[in-house]
């Protein structure tokens, strides 16, 4: 899990606020951008960046400002032999002071036609992530849980993350930790709160088959907490019928 | 000699020869490859070179610039045929020989580029050094913290640094980074830059990483950086 220490307040811009798609007009690839910052309530005149990269080519495009968002005319990543692999980086500064970051969304892909028109409100955002040799990571650092998955680990990063095997593998356990740390670690215990993903993690958790709608008080210690997580984690398996569809894929070609 | 791509077949033979003399083979280097039509693909432009040796990872970056530039070669930083040629080409000055002989190439990866390996692909003797070069070629010699040492041994720093793209790609922190590590004069490494200790470039890695958190560090210049570095680099900033 990642965890670093965010002092400043700095604002996560959601994923599903940012919308890139690639152009492939004659010559090099270049980019459009939606935006969508009216609801983080950043200073009208905060200056917006974009940033593309891969590796070591890094290009670096203004675009206005938070009230007004203004795409640069010239928007081709002109360093960039092709758009395979690049990522974009959006950042919001404050404007007398460049250098003090309000807000800021991270690897995010380009992404197809199809994939913009899709929704994007997710308990669990799945995005690609350079993670080495690890094939996951569970994202904690931000405004809400997100699920990284390597992209270089196969040819298609979204076909590994749906597959049957990575999920029968993977979301129990992050089940697991994102309870760990809305339960135990923050002990949160609002279900109502329709803005905060914890509330909707822990509604998520109470509608599974045989689980208290709420979780236990931890003012007395942990132990019962950590007993109910483990039967949301074990409902929650249960549900998706994990170990069936598991077996099944493992016999059949994709779990070869 | 005309630069040349190695294909399939010359790269299993390249990889094959590193394999041996891994496991005590043959140490002829197996400079056929480098010609024989059986091994090689050509470029589609003519790029000369000739057999030299550098001083450090900025002279062969900057050599290489040249040449490319010269051939209005470009989008060559992923092109793992060339730069495996180039590394069988000048395997003298990535894999030197020792006294009897003997070569020690390390792994594959500092010869055969891993383009699409994040993890890896900086580590290639060549390639690395001329991607730094490239992204810094407004002025090259702020990136020295990650080219002046030798080019078959970068090091801790290089490692440290140049596995990051938030770290390489950005101008202020090589300022920074280069000010901090590089001796002025002599433009070597200075002592204690790699490792562990404070104000190591592990170390510096550890503080930016906490600082991008709240700055955008691409604004920021080197000296800006500097200022604000906590006291455990005031031994670096001060020589």
């Known amino acids: 899990m990642i965890r670093r220490l965010n002092y400043t307040g700095r604002v996560k811009i959601h994923r599903r606020d940012v919308r890139l798609s690639t152009r492939t007009d004659e010559g090099p690839p270049s980019f459009d951008a939606d935006l969508r910052l009216t609801d983080y309530e950043l200073p009208a005149d905060a200056l917006v960046f974009v940033e593309a990269y891969r590796q070591t080519t890094w290009m670096r495009f203004p675009f206005g400002t938070a009230a007004v968002v203004r795409p640069p005319a010239d928007r081709r990543l002109a360093e960039f032999d092709s758009p395979d692999g690049i990522l974009f980086r959006v950042k919001v500064t404050q404007a007398r002071d460049e250098h003090i970051l309000l807000a800021a969304a991270d690897r995010i892909p380009l992404a197809s036609p199809e994939e913009l028109d899709a929704d994007h409100d997710s308990l669990l955002p799945v995005n690609p992530a350079e993670l080495g040799d690890e094939l996951w990571q569970l994202d904690m650092d931000g405004a809400e849980p997100e699920l990284l998955v390597n992209v270089s680990a196969v040819a298609d990063w979204r076909q590994l993350a749906r597959s049957t095997t990575f999920m029968a593998l993977v979301y129990p356990e992050i089940v697991r930790q994102v309870l760990q740390v809305i339960v135990i670690e923050e002990k949160h215990r609002d279900t109502d709160d329709d803005t905060d993903w914890k509330s909707k993690w822990l509604r998520f958790a109470g509608m599974l088959p045989g689980i208290e709608p709420n979780p236990p008080d931890t003012s007395a210690g942990d132990g019962e907490a950590r007993d109910w997580i483990e039967q949301v984690v074990a409902a929650f398996a249960k549900k998706m019928d994990f170990k069936v569809k598991f077996a099944a894929a493992w016999h059949s070609k994709e779990g070869a | ?239």
């Open chain 2, 1 to 239: 000699m005309r630069v040349a791509r190695l294909n399939e077949n010359g790269l299993a033979n390249f990889e094959g020869w590193l394999d041996s003399i891994r496991q005590g083979g043959s140490l002829d280097v197996p400079t056929a490859t480098l010609t024989d039509t059986q091994f090689v693909e050509p470029l589609g432009v003519d790029v000369e070179v000739e057999p030299r040796s550098f001083a450090n990872r900025f002279e062969a970056a900057e050599y290489l610039h040249e040449r490319f530039a010269a051939a209005e070669l470009t989008n060559v930083e992923r092109d793992r045929g060339l730069w495996a040629w180039l590394s069988l080409f000048y395997i003298d000055a990535v894999c030197p020989a020792g006294t009897g002989g003997e070569r020690k190439p390390g792994a594959t990866a500092r010869h055969i580029p891993e383009p699409k390996n994040f993890q890896r692909y900086y580590r290639h003797l060549l390639a690395g050094p001329f991607r730094i070069y490239r992204a810094h070629r407004d002025n090259p010699q702020s990136a020295l913290a990650l080219l002046c040492q030798p080019l078959d041994s970068p090091g801790d720093v290089v490692e440290q640094l140049a596995s990051r793209q938030e770290l390489v790609t950005n101008r202020g922190i090589m300022e920074l980074a280069t000010k901090l590590y590089v001796d002025s004069e002599s433009l070597t490494q200075k002592r204690g830059a790699g490792g562990k200790g404070g104000g190591s470039a592990r170390r510096l890695s550890d503080v930016i990483e906490q600082f991008d958190l709240t700055w955008d560090l691409y604004a920021a210049t080197g000296d800006e950086l500097a200022a604000v570095m906590p006291k455990e680099f005031s031994r670096f900033l001060k020589v």
